[in-house]
């Protein structure tokens, strides 16, 4: 990554992703008038792991960079706050399973 303001546009078009890619999920209910079939959507968890695909590279340069590349320091952990706050804030209002989420956000806070 050459600077820390392309590493934020690179996590900015990310966020335009996930929001424009949702998961959806096919559903079956039983109603009074029969079986309806119905795909909901879902909202796509941000993760740096996922972040780190979408630019192309592994988690472990990831972590070179935040150990390392002082000059990205400040993108990294606006980064890492983000994705935090965009999980956190799903799980508290039950969007994402809070069970699943509270273990990546129990590890992340520490």
Not at 65 to 77: P, Q, T, Y
Request: net charge neutral.
């Amino acid at each position: 990554m050459a600077c820390p303001e392309q590493l934020l546009d690179r996590f900015f078009a990310y966020v335009e992703f996930v929001e424009e890619n949702p998961l959806y999920e096919d559903k079956i209910f039983k109603t009074t008038n029969g079986i309806v079939r119905a795909t909901l959507r879902k909202d796509r968890p941000m993760t740096i792991a996922s972040f780190c695909i979408f630019l192309g590279v592994t988690t472990q340069a990831w972590r070179y960079w935040r150990k390392n590349r002082d000059d990205l320091a400040e993108a990294i952990e606006l980064i890492e706050d983000a994705t935090f706050v965009y999980k956190f804030e799903r799980a508290a209002v039950g969007i994402f399973k809070a069970n699943i989420i509270s273990r990546e956000l129990r590890r992340v806070s520490h």
